[in-house]
């Protein structure tokens, strides 16, 4: 990869190679790794506003390193005026590893809120990888699934959390039903006093 100059700056391969094992991005791969896999990224730069990944969209197998600006992630409604946000992400994050392995539909739509410059790895690139050298290879995709364990993990104990809380709101619905129902039984009319006659 040669150096990707844009008006804001000019980027090396250490540079790049530093925001892939930064924090928010893949920590635990070491330096000769990253080093190998950005040989194989190539830089784009996009525009505030274009799509980087679309929610469904099945043709793209790769996943994209932020190097500058922001991204807006977000599940997209049964119309795109009402998408949740699921998050906005900066530089040194990772986004779209899912689809680096699988190819499957997009979960997500990610999508420039600023400029961005951004540098994407393949699955063929991936591919390239394995067969010229393997062990950095195993060690990119024990990072990457790492990830997504972690991710799953999380999701798993938000499911967790969501099924108790619809417990005890069904439960809780349950009694104010049952309250319902008892307050519109009819009353029955009560005894007559003794020694009166009711007429």
């Avoid at 540079?15 to 070491?30: H, W």
């Avoid at 197998?61 to 932020?66: C, G, H, K, R």
Wanted: glycine share 6%.
């Amino acid at each position: 990869m040669e150096p990707f100059v844009t008006e804001k700056r000019s980027w090396e391969r250490k540079d790049v190679a530093a925001l892939l094992v930064s924090k928010s991005a893949l920590v635990e791969l070491d330096t000769d790794t990253a080093l190998a896999v950005v040989r194989l990224m190539t830089l784009h730069r996009f525009k505030a506003g274009d799509v980087i990944i679309q929610e469904g969209a099945s043709n793209t197998s790769f996943l994209v390193l932020v190097l500058r600006g922001e991204v807006v992630v977000e599940n997209e409604g049964l119309s795109r005026a009402d998408s949740t946000l699921l998050g906005v992400v900066g530089p040194g994050s990772v986004i779209g590893e899912m689809g680096l392995f699988d190819g499957e539909p997009r979960s997500a739509t990610c999508k420039a809120s600023t400029d961005v410059d951004a540098a994407l790895l393949s699955r063929d690139a991936l591919t390239e990888l394995s067969r010229s050298s393997p062990l950095q290879a195993n060690k990119l995709l024990g990072t990457l699934l790492a990830r997504l364990t972690l991710r799953l993990r999380t999701i798993t104990k938000k499911l967790r959390q969501a099924d108790r809380v619809n417990h005890t709101l069904q439960t809780e619905l349950g009694q104010l039903k049952a309250a319902a129902a008892a307050s519109a039984r009819p009353k029955a009319p009560p005894p007559p006093e003794s020694g009166m006659i009711r007429l």
